[in-house]
């Protein structure tokens, strides 16, 4: 099986407009206009019945007393760990594209619909656990919201947009399930599995 985003090569530099962050001018951030990107794939295994799609970032800081805070950078030994992007269950498998701008293509204060949708089950994303204490835009984001790293952190982030061919109709998912649900429910279904891999930085020494 292979996965294809045809606005960026696999391991290039995500174009800004796929992003929710974006440079402000002045060595920070501001929102951006967040379209998800158009996502194809041609699969091999005659026996898939669903498919699921899973953007996780694997270099996300743990330690948020770090993160976006003048006069100090987050480094790049700091531990990391998975921020989810997007989160997609059940697509049908006769399915081969996602159009660009097709779930994404705004930030909105409060997060996106998640559950059943004409593209399968939609999940949330990390972004409901980072906006929580944050009363104007706390709620539960679902689908796909793109990359925002800390504009102080040394490392280039990874994005990981990763296609699953799955021997099951249904994760049998509901409510605001997680990459992580996914990853779980998904567990010995997995009849092939592809990825491709966007960076992205908003660290000014980084990106200049």
């Known amino acids: 099986m292979e996965i ?27 929102f951006g206009k967040n379209i998800n990107p158009e996502i194809r794939w041609d699969y091999t295994h005659e026996d898939a019945l669903s498919f699921a799609l899973i953007c996780v970032d694997p270099t996300a800081p743990t330690d948020p007393s770090t993160v976006n805070k003048a006069g100090i950078s987050v480094p790049a030994d700091q531990p990391r ?6 989160v997609l ?3 049908h498998p006769q399915r081969s594209l996602i159009r660009e701008g097709e779930v994404s293509d705004e930030v909105k204060a409060k997060g996106k619909k998640f559950g059943i949708s004409g593209l399968g089950m939609k999940g949330i994303n ?7 204490d944050d009363p104007d ?34 994760l049998n998912l509901s409510g605001p399930f997680t990459g992580d649900d996914v990853i779980a429910a998904m567990e010995g279904h997995i009849l092939e599995e592809a990825v491709w891999i966007g960076k992205y930085s908003l660290n000014k020494a980084i990106i200049g």
């Open 4 to 30: 294809e985003i045809p606005a960026f090569e696999n391991g290039g530099w995500i174009p800004r407009k796929f992003a929710m962050g974006i440079p402000d001018g002045e060595g920070r951030a501001k």
């Open 81 to 86: 760990g998975n921020f989810y992007h997007w």
């Open 89 to 91: 269950a059940d697509i």
């Open 126 to 132: 990390t972004f409901t656990d980072w906006f929580a």
């Open 137 to 170: 835009m706390a709620g539960k984001y679902g689908s796909y919201d793109g990359p925002f790293p800390p504009w102080n952190d040394e490392l280039v982030h990874e994005y990981h947009f990763k296609l699953f061919s799955l021997d099951i109709p249904s």
